[in-house]
């Protein structure tokens, strides 16, 4: 068994959406981000890479890469997965923590869940996502930006 932690932030800015777990989120910024700044999923693609002692996200998707300019991440999380496949490892659980002051997430959650689940092909409740906020201190507290927190624990098919 491995484990592996991840971790992403991103500003807010104007004009972009605001997508997390690949779920469009109605709020009046999004995040800046050379791909969808899918603050949670690039957090989840830093542990599974992590686990697997690979580097982190930039290595294996460089925002100097115009192919990566505002892709959908979870195409990045799927990308992540095969190699996991390939690689006869298999996910055993994610736990994830979104650091956000607003909007509130709690009526997005399962769905953000669904689409983890369904891009990892893995179960629904073998994915957990929390959404916390920093009580108004930091600069997510301060409505700057987004934090991502995941832990991800990997099995050895062999």
Known sequence: ??????????????????????????????????????????????????????????????????????????ILLKHVNNIIIEKKYEIINIDSTIVIQEPKLSSYINNIRKNIADTCKININDINVKAKTEENLGF??????????AVVLINNKN
């Open 140 to 149: 997510t507290g301060a409505l700057q930006g987004v934090a991502a927190h």
């Open 1 to 74: 068994m491995r484990i592996g932690h991840g971790y992403d932030v991103h500003r807010y800015v104007e004009n972009r959406k605001l997508i997390l777990g690949g779920v469009e989120i109605p709020y009046k910024f999004g995040l800046l981000g050379h791909s969808d700044a899918d603050v949670l999923v690039h957090a989840i693609i830093d542990s599974l890479i992590g686990a697997l002692c690979l580097g982190d996200i930039g290595k294996l998707f460089p925002d100097t890469d115009i192919k990566y300019k505002n892709i959908d991440s979870l």
